[in-house]
């Protein structure tokens, strides 16, 4: 049994990129490395809830980076907390096993509450202005204050949107260098998210992807020696790649597709065009490379018009209802009615305004909270006109469609031998792997 065990959960880490991450390459020199497979869809919080669960979204029930609620006709994106997920995580189960091993999740979405006895990760308060003041969630609840005491506020700015950088991920690894310090976790789960922002907004074999590449090897190098020395051995450490972008070059609108046949409504207000979720019979919540349709009353009749709809859309290589659901382990109460599958040249926006005159006045704004969808085109604000722009054709990288391509898996690694048997493994077995570290006998 390993005492100590750390997971790096990276999303967009490649097997070529390993040539250039030295730091990275020297731990696991000398152990495992398996191709990771992540389920459908391949988007951070479905990956992270497969990774902690062990289990997919038909299970853990999330479906996507937000859920519509339907009883409240209402979105939500990322800000769920933890009960959100259905089945328990690893700390969870590991507590079931025996109290006294501890673990700490350090930045993974969906983590507010969760069962982990240390906890950070971003818990921003908003303003009655419609700013936003960086806080973070943490267990015990001082120990932000503590953090923050020596590093300052959490970079929230630098996290995700226009102004990504590995500030962010710097934060967290001296945060989490810190924390394994003078807790000693068993388990610790770590989100470093920087090879996120460069490889959608410019390309995943940009000049700007491949110097985020460097940048966080060169954090990792860090987190290394600061754990070497909090933990009187050496940790298990696993690194397991979320999910990987791939170039995009095409962008589908299905709001725009539901409108114009007559099936999603809009409002029209002082500040443009509001989707009309009540008065819909059918509306998208898209995300990277698919969406949630989501039918009014869930009629049949409506529902196989919409799939007839979509058959034949440029840029969508399936459309997914009922039993065709199954497949994907996607058949779950919050799933659309349909779900909308990109090629992987192709992704989809949120927009449904037919006219850019039109649009609402938070679509020009980095708004998570009233897009429903995921809206990459955050990442071109421009900084004269604090806007930004309604271009969705700008974004360069995207993910989230079935990883059937050897081009759209990452990669999983361990720095001992025996820990996995190499090949190919699905994002769902990781959890095992890492109960298996604390089984007794």
Not at 417 to 437: H, M, N, R, T
Request: charged share 20%.
């Amino acid at each position: 049994m390993s005492r100590f065990v750390t997971l790096l959960s990276i999303p967009n880490l490649r097997a070529r990129d390993l040539a250039s991450m030295t730091n990275l390459a020297r731990l696991f020199a000398g152990g495992g490395h398996a191709v990771l497979v992540p389920g459908f869809p391949a988007v951070t919080c479905p990956v992270q809830a497969n990774m902690t669960t062990g289990l997919p979204p038909r299970e853990h029930g999330v479906v996507a980076d937000g859920f519509y609620w339907r009883d409240q006709r209402r979105v939500e994106m990322w800000t769920s907390w933890n009960d959100c997920i259905q089945r328990p995580q690893i700390w969870d189960i590991l507590h079931d096993r025996d109290r006294s091993i501890t673990s700490a999740a350090w930045f993974p979405l969906h983590s507010k509450g969760c069962g982990a006895d240390i906890i950070c990760t971003p818990a921003p308060v908003h303003n009655a202005d419609g700013s936003e003041s960086p806080w973070c969630f943490s267990r015990p609840e001082m120990l932000y204050d503590e953090l923050k005491s020596k590093l300052g506020d959490f970079p929230l700015h630098h996290f995700w949107g226009p102004l990504a950088s590995i500030q962010s991920t710097a934060w967290i690894v001296e945060s989490a260098v810190i924390t394994a310090e003078r807790y000693k976790p068993n388990f610790f789960y770590i989100y470093l998210p920087h090879l996120d922002y460069a490889a959608q907004k410019s390309g995943p074999e940009s000049k700007a992807a491949k110097q985020a590449v460097a940048e966080l090897d060169a954090e990792i190098a860090k987190l290394i020696a600061g754990f070497d020395k909090a933990y009187n051995e050496p940790p298990l450490w696993i690194v397991a790649s979320e999910y990987v972008i791939v170039p995009v070059n095409h962008v589908a609108y299905p709001n725009r597709v539901l409108r114009e046949a007559g099936l999603l409504k809009v409002t029209q207000t002082e500040d443009g065009e509001n989707l009309d979720l009540a008065g819909s019979k059918a509306w998208a919540l898209a995300d990277h490379q698919f969406s949630h349709v989501y039918v009014q009353g869930s009629d049949p009749k409506v529902i196989k018009r919409v799939a007839r709809l979509f058959a034949k859309q440029p840029g969508i290589a399936q459309v997914l209802t009922g039993e065709e659901l199954v497949e994907y382990r996607l058949n779950h109460e919050r799933t659309g009615d349909v779900v909308l599958v990109s090629e992987p040249h192709s992704w989809q926006a949120y927009y449904w305004w037919m006219e850019d005159s039109k649009a609402p006045r938070f679509a020009r704004t980095v708004d998570i909270h009233r897009k429903p969808g995921y809206d990459p085109v955050e990442l071109f604000l421009d900084g004269r006109t604090k806007s930004i722009p309604l271009n969705a054709n700008l974004v360069r990288g995207s993910h989230g469609a079935p990883a059937r391509d050897p081009s759209q898996r990452g990669v999983l690694l361990t720095s001992e031998p025996g820990v996995f048997l190499g090949g190919q493994l699905s994002d769902v077995e990781v959890a095992e792997i890492i109960l298996k570290q604390f089984a007794t006998e």
